[in-house]
């Protein structure tokens, strides 16, 4: 019964800036590493960032260092994903994964995942 529950996607145009947020329950406890992969139509599912459970160990990808920002709230088992100064390549299904230990950037090393939030971004 371990869900994740992504929300916050949407439409908006290039340059503007979006919120995302992951819920987690069930058997999942704030001592996961919650992280962030999107994946657009025809490509494969690729890394965004993740976040340890104390919150100090934080992984980005390259591609979007400077314009997002992972947080976590571990109270409320929830991790958030603030995207700032987004581009047409970023549109994509967002998901959010948890995973026991570690904070690894591939996606097989997650145990848990969300349905997804689509992403949006026009020119």
């Known amino acids: 019964q371990a869900q994740l529950v992504e929300s916050g996607g949407g439409l908006v145009q290039a340059g503007g800036s979006l919120r995302l947020s992951c819920t987690a329950s069930?058997?999942?406890?704030?001592?996961?590493?919650m992280g962030w992969f999107r994946q657009a139509p025809g490509k494969e599912r690729e890394f965004v960032a993740a976040i340890s459970w104390t919150g100090i160990t934080i992984n980005y990808a390259d591609f979007v260092k400077g314009r997002f920002t992972i947080s976590r709230d571990k109270a409320k088992n929830t991790a958030n994903l603030q995207m700032n100064s987004l581009k047409p390549d970023d549109t994509a299904v967002y998901y959010c994964?948890?995973?026991?230990?570690?904070?690894?950037?591939?996606?097989?090393?997650?145990?848990?995942w969300g349905q997804g939030t689509q992403v949006t971004v026009s020119s």
């Open positions: 069930g058997r999942l406890v704030s001592s996961y590493t």
């Open positions: 994964a948890a995973v026991r230990t570690a904070v690894p950037r591939t996606a097989g090393e997650y145990e848990y």
